[in-house]
């Protein structure tokens, strides 16, 4: 595995466990929106840390930190992914995937494997704008259907969430995407900030206001919805 980044401390990104992630290049996407657009675009540019490197500070931290996480860019689209969970698991720690869900056979491998404790799957947008909102003219939705229904079976927690985009993401999307996903365990609605570092410059982001409503809508479609990153 090769790495472009590691966040060493996190009490946000592994739900009730303190952990460390890291972060692969390449995306088979390209949401306009995406905060870590030169891990898609430009991943030979950025700090190469290797495998190596990771191993030797969670063999340092083990019995401090309890999981990793690992994101992206898109992870499973790293050939040895299950190999270095493998490792991380023969370490102690506990594993969380954030995956795009354009892989399904990845996932089912990892879940058949046990090499997972958490999953976080990125919700794009109701199924009628998920390639607009992707940022390609085609997705094989199919895929993303599949890699639900894994996590909604899997037995782990989970969670699927969606950054909303005032120039992507309407009610009517969102309401969408509850009729969709009914039923699910955690729902998170995520505000979007722009990083300076866009595929698509100019978007924007809802208000705080805006995003508690849209929390109210979709309270009844699942067990939980969570708003991040709203002051």
């Not at 607009?132 to 969670?159: H, K, M, Q």
């Amino acid at each position: 595995m090769e790495f472009h980044g590691l966040n060493k401390l996190t009490l946000l990104d592994f739900p009730k466990h303190l952990a460390c992630t890291v972060f692969t290049g390449r995306c088979n996407l390209r949401c306009p929106f995406c905060h870590n657009a030169d891990l898609v675009l430009c991943p030979d540019s950025q700090p190469l840390i290797t495998e190596d490197t990771v191993f030797s500070f969670l063999e340092r931290r083990a019995g401090t930190l309890e999981g990793i996480c690992i994101t992206g860019g898109e992870p499973t689209l790293q050939s040895d992914l299950l190999p270095f969970l493998k490792r991380c698991k023969d370490l102690g720690y506990l594993t969380k995937l954030d995956t795009n869900g354009t892989r399904p056979d990845v996932l089912k491998a990892a879940l058949d494997a046990n090499l997972l404790d958490y999953i976080a799957m990125d919700i794009k947008n109701s199924p009628a704008r998920y390639a607009e909102t992707a940022g390609l003219p085609s997705v094989r939705f199919s895929a993303f259907e599949e890699s639900v229904l894994l996590i909604r079976n899997s037995g782990l927690p989970y969670e699927f969430r969606t950054t909303v985009v005032k120039e992507l993401h309407t009610k009517e999307d969102l309401s969408a995407v509850g009729e969709w996903l009914k039923g699910a365990k955690c729902y998170a609605l995520q505000a979007f900030k722009d990083s300076g570092s866009l595929i698509r410059p100019g978007l924007s982001g809802y208000t705080a206001e805006e995003l508690s409503a849209f929390k109210d809508m979709l309270s009844p479609y699942f067990e939980t919805v969570l708003l991040r990153g709203i002051a």
